[in-house]
């Protein structure tokens, strides 16, 4: 088997993934990443175990658990304090998006990410695969497929603040959620969902200290994308953001471009053709019923009425939901949420 080429359009979390589990079975690769650098600040993302076991297929796994903090298992709770059940979260690692780049980028060789380089299709003629990794608004599937950006909305709210708290967790109420996570720094991560902060204002501790530390909160929309036919066309396969943007209800969306990166490299270390086939097999199925998944807890969390209900169901299913641990599967997301 000759020198086999592999272009990746983004260079992103999903798109390195796929860059060094590329490299890994001999292909030769080049990122291209509109990006001047790799940012330097942001905020955490949430690892689970499925997502950590592939960075360790990449030989990642350890350079990730140092840099990234394990949490504990979160409380959630109604906005008066009142506890509604328990997260297990124990086997999860909390790394910020800057530090998660870092490991993945350090990985590969300097020259391959190609920073301030924006690429298309009609750059990509001469690679035998080319890999779409450049997020909800992917050009690259806007050439291939007809899917929709949807709107969900809901407003998600987002930063980091120096208050440290001993564990994370999430308070459901009334319209919204807000959420907490330590960091390996000592500082906070927290997000929260809600038509406007001052929602929050009367939560529980440390809610309203947070939120009055709070600079640089950064405000969104929370989208997600239509599901998709195919992950692959022709030579291209589309990963992360790009293939199966999700609602961050899960927490699942940095974990699923990990996971796709390193499925669809080891799916490419035989045939091409057949191994695209393969990827888009393993991979679509799974990411679509998280997708779902997430939009429904989504809509959980908005709901103005019935809200004691809601509380108790979710009290049910925390106590009845198993314990988050290590697959050797990768496919396998029963515990991803």
């Not at 979390?13 to 796929?18: F, H, Q």
């Not at 903090?69 to 998006?97: E, F, M």
């Not at 690679?127 to 050439?143: C, F, L």
Request: hydrophobic content about 45%.
């Amino acid at each position: 088997m000759g020198l086999r080429r592999a272009a990746v359009i983004g260079g992103g979390v999903g798109g390195l993934a796929a860059a060094v589990g590329l490299r890994r079975h001999g292909w030769e690769v080049d990122v291209f990443e509109r990006s001047a650098a790799l940012p330097d600040v942001g905020t955490g993302l949430g690892i689970w175990p499925d997502a950590v076991a592939a960075l360790d297929r990449l030989g990642l796994g350890d350079a990730a658990r140092r840099v990234g903090r394990r949490q504990s298992d979160g409380v959630v709770r109604k906005p008066d304090g009142t506890v509604i059940g328990t997260i297990g979260a124990s086997s999860v690692h909390l790394l910020t998006r800057p530090a998660l780049l870092g490991v993945l980028a350090g990985a590969l060789p300097d020259g391959v990410v190609r920073f301030g380089t924006a690429a298309g299709l009609a750059d990509c003629d001469g690679y035998d695969v080319v890999v779409g990794a450049d997020g909800i608004h992917s050009a690259v599937r806007g050439e291939l497929f007809d899917a929709t950006v949807r709107r969900s909305g809901a407003i998600g709210w987002r930063g980091t603040v120096d208050v440290p708290v001993d564990a994370g967790g999430e308070t459901w109420g009334r319209g919204g959620k807000f959420g907490l996570t330590p960091q390996a720094d000592g500082r906070t991560n927290w997000y929260a969902m809600g038509s406007d902060l001052s929602l929050f204002a009367d939560w529980h501790d440390p809610i309203p200290r947070v939120l009055a530390a709070a600079t640089d909160v950064l405000r969104h929309e929370l989208l997600h994308l239509s599901p998709l036919p195919s992950y692959v066309s022709g030579k291209v396969a589309l990963i992360g953001d790009a293939a199966h943007a999700m609602t961050p209800d899960l927490g699942q969306g940095a974990c699923q471009a990990i996971i796709d990166g390193v499925v669809l490299a080891e799916c490419l270390a035989g045939d091409v053709e057949a191994g695209l086939r393969s990827y888009d097999a393993r991979r679509r199925r799974v990411t679509r019923r998280l997708a779902a998944r997430s939009l429904q807890l989504n809509r959980l969390a908005r709901m103005r009425r019935f809200t004691g209900l809601r509380d108790l169901g979710l009290r049910v299913a925390l106590a009845l939901a198993p314990r988050p641990s290590w697959s050797a599967d990768l496919e396998r997301d029963e515990l991803a949420g």
